[in-house]
């Protein structure tokens, strides 16, 4: 799942917010809690555990910021039966901010045998995504 759409904050302000995965819980609609596992600054190796209803069905993975830097920032989130790379580039778009958000859900196991149902499901949902995002950022104070 691959989205790609205009806010009106700067980059800065954009990466600051979306470097904490803790803020999943105001703009990713599967997302019921995400709780910091670790503490002082947000930094590469910080993690969280997300906890996801999606489909009708629940899920818990523990995301670690893996990549952050300059436009960049990356969180993989694994469990038993998945593992989900999440890559944000942030670039300027005038005096806002281009924001790209690609999500890639790998299954495991049994649960390959579900990628094609995943695949449809996580296109809805990058839709509703997307929509949050846009709003929440959109009402960052700049």
């Not at 800065?12 to 470097?19: E, F, R």
């Not at 899920?59 to 969180?75: K, P």
């Not at 580039?89 to 149902?117: C, D, F, Q, R, W």
């Amino acid at each position: 799942m691959s989205r790609t759409f205009t806010v009106s904050p700067p980059p800065s302000v954009v990466i600051g917010y979306l470097q904490d995965f803790g803020n999943a819980e105001q703009w990713d609609p599967g997302t019921q809690r995400c709780t910091r596992l670790d503490e002082g600054p947000i930094r590469v190796g910080s993690r969280w555990r997300n906890e996801s209803k999606i489909a009708g069905m629940s899920t818990e993975l523990v995301y670690e910021l893996v990549e952050l830097a300059g436009d960049r920032i990356v969180f993989e989130g694994r469990n038993d039966s998945a593992t989900s790379t999440d890559t944000i580039t942030v670039v300027p778009h005038g005096s806002g901010s281009e924001v790209t958000y690609e999500a890639v859900i790998e299954m495991k196991g049994a649960a390959k045998l579900a990628t094609p149902l995943v695949k449809v499901v996580f296109e809805k949902i990058g839709s509703d995504t997307e929509e949050d995002l846009t709003n929440v950022l959109n009402g960052l104070v700049v």
